[in-house]
């Protein structure tokens, strides 16, 4: 082969490795990133900062506890308003930003009834997931739940209307794809399902009813493991825990109901899956699953339960053989996730959190409800980097992607850059 030539074939292939390494690192695909996981390799986030260090903080249009998604340049959140001095109740937005600076490229208004929620919930508490194709959106009112899916310039590719939404607390649990097949599930004080859309139509390609109790908010997952079909994983309080077919449903296998509503979502732990449920601001209890089981593993898969020291609307974080539990009141436990036994338990914030951790780069960050951020070493010796304002509450995850990281508040955005010579590495 000539000289030049090999040249320039080197030169392509390291351009191709380049651009794919900052692909990999540029999108944040769902609730807590991709499968769930709250995971970011991102190198050079800050630990701390002030207020002055944003890249950017703007204000939205509305309130909102969704987490940002980020594929590209392009990031998409939803906010509502809701006007209790007009007929017609609140407002649900879909919004497009352009991720590096935060300048809105497009708006897609829904119409719905005001209806009851929680103190701390919102209208727009779900975050949108998206294939790099389409963006998934899910709004409900006690009449109607509806997802619907937008192509990137925001035209509207379609929508289903899934019957009413009866709850004590609203809407919140959010959609996640997969292989092109959108999943939602619908745990409310009603008729409750799994549903299963093609992505690219709409079309039902199957749907499962669920037991009936109150409303649980957990978010799906994926599980792939090597030589083993995947499982659709969901959790509810009435269901407990259960293992689907993604392809057509089928339920694979089921624990007993769990006492309480479910609201953390499940998580996947060196061969366990691992669910709690809680009320009152406290988890209650967690298990952890062994999913190869078929029929009712209750009595079989179950390898430990834990009843202390547990979140109740926190999702934990996975990192090595370690389970990160951030508690609603401010406490964080390590805990083995053989065993379910505590390594250190350690007060953090004094307020309640209402958001989920994420691990960047073995470093884990969680807001409170006063918009204080606090990073700590995901480690098994405990060690505090700090705690950061963001000038305004929040309740929502924080999301990660191409050196930058995103914090929804109440009515912001807040964005942090990776220092330059480490960002998406």
């Not at 949108?128 to 194709?133: F, L, N, S």
């Not at 405990?382 to 963001?390: A, D, E, I, T």
């Not at 000038?391 to 990776?418: D, I, K, M, S």
Request: charged residues 15%; glycine residues 10%.
């Amino acid at each position: 082969m000539p000289s030049r030539l090999r040249n320039c074939l080197l030169a392509l292939s390291i351009c191709t490795l380049s651009t794919t390494a900052v692909f990999a690192q540029s999108h944040w695909t769902q609730f807590r990133g991709p499968n769930g996981t709250g995971i970011s390799s991102e190198k050079g986030i800050p630990l701390t900062w002030s207020p002055g260090d944003f890249a950017f903080n703007i204000e939205l249009n509305g309130r909102g506890h969704g987490s940002p998604i980020i594929w590209g340049e392009k990031l998409f959140i939803t906010t509502s308003i809701n006007d209790t001095e007009q007929e017609g109740g609140a407002q649900r937005f879909l919004n497009c930003l352009n991720a590096s600076t935060g300048e809105p490229i497009w708006t897609k208004p829904f119409g719905f009834n005001s209806s009851h929620i929680h103190l701390k919930n919102s209208f727009s508490s779900s975050t949108p997931c998206t294939d790099g194709e389409r963006v998934y959106v899910g709004f409900a009112d006690e009449q109607r739940l509806t997802l619907s899916a937008y192509d990137f310039e925001g035209n509207l590719e379609w929508r289903r209307m899934l019957g009413p939404f009866t709850s004590q607390h609203g809407f919140g649990v959010s959609p996640i794809v997969w292989n092109g097949i959108v999943f939602l599930t619908k745990d409310m004080m009603g008729p409750s399902q799994v549903f299963a859309f093609d992505a690219k139509t709409g079309e039902t390609k199957w749907s499962i009813l669920r037991n009936i109790r109150r409303t649980s908010y957990a978010t799906p997952m994926i599980l792939e493991l090597p030589g083993q079909e995947p499982q659709l994983i969901c959790v509810s309080g009435a269901s407990g825990i259960t293992g689907h077919n993604p392809y057509t449903g089928e339920t694979l296998w089921w624990t007993s109901e769990f006492p309480q509503r479910t609201v953390a979502s499940p998580v996947f732990a060196n061969g366990l899956i691992i669910a709690s449920c809680g009320g009152g601001g406290r988890g209650s209890d967690m298990w952890a699953i062994d999913p190869t089981g078929r029929g009712d593993v209750t009595e079989t898969h179950i390898k430990w339960k834990r009843t202390r020291e547990l979140p109740y609307v926190p999702t934990p974080i996975v990192y090595g053989d370690h389970l990160y539990l951030w508690c609603d009141l401010g406490i964080v436990c390590c805990v083995e996730t053989a065993t379910g036994k505590t390594l250190w338990t350690e007060r953090v914030s004094d307020k309640t959190v209402s958001g989920s951790p994420i691990c960047i780069d073995g470093k884990i960050y969680c807001a409170d409800e006063d918009g204080i951020v606090a990073v700590i070493d995901a480690a098994p010796e405990f060690k505090l980097h700090g705690k950061s304002p963001l000038g305004e509450g929040t309740h929502a995850t924080p999301a990660v992607a191409a050196g930058r990281l995103y914090f929804h508040t109440f009515h912001r955005l807040v964005c942090l850059q990776a220092e330059s010579s480490t960002a998406g590495q």
